[in-house]
């Protein structure tokens, strides 16, 4: 049975940093595709950044493009979600998901915007950003 588990999540001032993890059990991490999304109060869920089975290539939505940093540690079975320069738009709460398959460029593409491609969730985890 695949479980994700997010943690580092926290309340931080703007412009400051949080490193986001999302620890496996399972499954080997290295097989899947995992995916980084948040959803804010009212708000629908939202891609923000993948990183493929195969080559780990990466992707990112545009609002987080330069400021987050997804990467993978496979023998820790972990992959991460570096954000820096933290926004109060950043605020929500954030949520990994796997897929068993790796991901061209154009399927990274839609995958953050088409939720149900996802296989596993984990819980969430809440990110703040206030003053």
């Known amino acids: 049975q695949v479980q994700l588990v997010e943690s580092g999540g926290a309340t931080v001032q703007p412009g400051g940093s949080l490193r986001l993890s999302c620890a496996a059990s399972?499954?080997?991490?290295?097989?899947?595709?995992i995916g980084w999304f948040r959803q804010a109060p009212g708000k629908e869920r939202e891609g923000v950044s993948c990183?493929?089975?195969?080559?780990?290539?990466?992707y990112y939505a545009n609002s987080v493009k330069g400021r987050f940093t997804i990467s993978r540690d496979n023998a820790k079975n972990t992959v991460y979600l570096q954000m820096n320069s933290l926004k109060p738009e950043d605020t929500a709460v954030y949520y990994c998901?796997?897929?068993?398959?790796?991901?061209?460029?154009?399927?990274?593409?839609?995958?953050?915007?088409?939720?149900?491609?996802?296989?596993?969730w984990g819980q969430g985890t809440q990110v703040t950003v206030s003053s």
């Open positions: 998901a796997a897929v068993n398959q790796e991901l061209s460029t154009a399927q990274a593409m839609w995958s953050l915007s088409l939720p149900k491609f996802w296989d596993y």
């Open positions: 990183i493929s089975s195969s080559d780990s290539s990466t």
């Open positions: 399972g499954v080997t991490l290295d097989d899947y595709s």
